[in-house]
């Protein structure tokens, strides 16, 4: 019998009620475009992260454009960032033609390396994005304080981070700007797109709220900026204001999770046959992916596939290394621990109401591989 990756409908079951209800008040009310509940979650966010100003949007893409066009990122600026992302990291800053320059990674968290971030500086730097990638977040304190000696603007990439702490204060809610996404699969995730920027300023939520609505201003029909139709829809707020009180819970069930894939597969990170997960003591991870690092990654994944075992690999490719981005300008500098990296990930099914079972199943695949691939 085959085990899913990622399984949304056991919590959907859960919650059906509570589901159901959020989503016929909207229904009833039929505001469906910036209805109570957008504002209703927003502050919801705000209070879950700490953040001043919390600004819900389409998705988590629309939610990086939109904090760098607040940031008046120009044409041929210069945005330090991870080559080891999703897309969307790189896409919309050279969206913006303006020049994404890829700087190392950590070779235990794969999150962008500080002191990589240093040597990269120009005076055409402007910003900095770091992923918290997987789910822990990036080294936030060594990289304010890098911005703040050059004056640029920090923002966090939390898509895969939503509720992660770093120094007991929660990802969104450790630069001036961060986004995040509730795509489906995300640790908080609606049923459907969405996504939230947060940030600490006034001037900058009045600029983003603008640019979230066609750069309109006060006035009705009065567009002051460049913006575009960056908004999340009612029912998609409704839908995690019906999920939000279970949120801590499932973040206590994922990282429960991960506890039994480290406390399991340790034996064979001692032997050096896998490279386990690595999250630094003042970090905590929402774990929205459970990554190793293998020796022969397709033999791994084709073995685990024959038993009904689906694994991803989160990313076979640097985006550096990405047609789309290599056609507009860019930089890469030395990039040789993301190269190693990103040939040997690979991702196991994880969700906070991933049945033991399952994880069991797992586990035991993992030992069987090893004993027959030495
Ligand atoms: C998912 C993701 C995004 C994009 O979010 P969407 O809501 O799918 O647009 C951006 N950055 C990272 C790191 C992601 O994982």
Same mark, same amino acid.
């Given at each position: ?24 008040? =909207? ?43 607040? $940031?008046?990122? &120009? ?161 998609? $707020? ?40 690595? =999250? ?12 190793? &690092? ?27 290394? &990405? ?18 990296? $990103? ?15 399952? &994880? ?15």
């Amino acid at each position: 019998m085959a085990i899913p990756f990622v399984d949304l409908k056991i919590q959907y079951e859960e919650l059906k009620e509570e589901i159901t209800q959020r989503i016929q008040n =909207v229904l009833n009310h039929s505001q469906f475009i910036l209805g109570p509940e957008v504002k209703e979650l927003e502050e919801k966010l705000k209070e879950f992260v700490g953040s001043p100003y919390a600004l819900t949007c389409s998705n988590g893409t629309d939610a990086l454009l939109m904090a760098l066009m607040a $940031c008046d990122i &120009q044409p041929g600026d210069e945005v330090i960032t991870t080559p080891f992302s999703f897309i969307a990291t790189a896409e919309t800053i050279s969206l913006l033609k303006a020049v994404p320059v890829f700087v190392d990674i950590d070779p235990q968290t794969y999150n962008i390396n500080p002191s990589a971030i240093e040597k990269a500086i120009t005076p055409k730097t402007k910003a900095i994005i770091p992923v918290s990638l997987y789910g822990q977040p990036a080294e936030m304190d060594d990289i304010q304080q890098i911005s703040q000696q050059h004056n640029l603007t920090v923002i966090e990439d939390g898509a895969q981070s939503f509720g992660a702490t770093y120094k007991k204060r929660r990802s969104g809610n450790l630069s001036p700007l961060a986004t995040t996404s509730f795509f489906p699969a995300k640790p908080f995730g609606c049923y459907g797109d969405g996504g939230a920027i947060f940030c600490s300023d006034s001037e900058t939520y009045e600029k983003l709220h603008q640019i979230r609505n066609h750069g309109q201003g006060k006035v009705r029909y009065e567009h002051i900026r460049l913006g575009m139709n960056g908004r999340m829809n009612t029912l998609q $707020c409704a839908i995690l204001l019906a999920k939000f009180p279970h949120y801590p819970q499932d973040l206590e069930l994922r990282q429960k999770a991960a506890d039994y894939y480290l406390k399991n597969l340790e034996e064979l990170s001692f032997k050096e046959k896998i490279q386990l997960p690595y =999250v630094k003591p003042h970090c905590s991870s929402a774990w929205a992916q459970f990554t190793i &690092q293998v020796p022969n990654r397709p033999s791994f994944q084709s073995f685990l596939k024959e038993k009904g075992i689906p694994t991803a690999v989160h990313y076979p490719k640097l985006m550096s290394d &990405q047609p789309s981005i290599q056609n507009h300008p860019f930089k890469a500098l030395d990039l040789s621990i993301a190269k190693q990296v $990103c040939e040997k990930v690979v991702s196991l099914p994880i969700y906070a109401q991933i049945p033991q079972t399952h &994880q069991d199943k797992v586990i035991e695949s993992i030992y069987e591989y090893f004993k027959t691939h030495s």
